[in-house]
């Protein structure tokens, strides 16, 4: 009787990962030098933040369908948590760019915030802070206590909040890789 107790304590779970592809931030010759930062119109910033956040809503929007497919894959009945263990924000070479960033270095700091529908409330998921100015990848610090399933089946909105040292002079092309562990 004791196995039979401990068997049905015991959770399924296993790892799934997925990477979005590359999406490029256009550069922007009116970017001032990172020394005057503060002078940085929010006309010039939008466009950051707008692909930022639209990087990091891809690796969300696909981990609802990849989570559903491994589930199935395992024959084990639907999925009662996803923990976010890893988010990866990295730069790679922008093809046939005259002058492509080499780094993430315009980035400052960033904030990753999950929203549901139906009253769940906002949540910060992950947060990079003090990002160094030659960082090509960023491994931000998530939080791993949060079930993110409610917001996947959901069709969770991420909200990202990078803080700027400067726009990008140059072209500049980041994906994300995201890895939750997921629970039967």
């Known amino acids: 009787m004791p196995l039979l107790l401990l068997l049905s304590a015991c959770t399924l779970s296993f790892p799934v990962s997925v ?4 999406t490029v931030i256009e550069g922007n010759l009116l970017c001032p030098d990172p020394s005057l930062a503060e002078l940085l119109p929010s006309v010039l910033e939008a466009p950051v933040v707008d692909v930022t956040r639209a990087v990091l809503q891809g ?4 981990l609802g369908p990849e989570i559903e497919d491994q589930v199935d894959a395992q024959a084990n009945g639907p999925a009662k948590e996803a923990y976010l263990t890893a988010l990866t924000l ?3 070479p922008v093809p046939a760019s005259p002058q492509p960033t080499d780094s993430l270095g315009f980035l400052a700091g960033l904030e990753v915030e999950v ?5 769940l409330p906002r949540r910060t998921v992950a947060w990079a802070e003090d990002i160094p100015e030659d960082a090509v990848t960023i491994a931000l610090i998530v939080d791993d206590t949060l079930n ?3 917001y996947l089946e959901q069709g969770a909105e991420v909200s990202a909040s990078p803080l700027l040292r400067t726009c990008p002079r140059e072209d500049v092309q980041l994906s994300t890789s995201a890895r939750v562990r997921v629970g039967l």
């Open 19 to 22: 990477e979005t592809a590359p």
């Open 90 to 92: 990295t730069q790679s």
């Open 115 to 119: 929203v549901g529908a139906s009253g």
């Open 148 to 150: 993110l399933q409610p």
């Open 59 to 62: 690796a969300f929007d696909l």
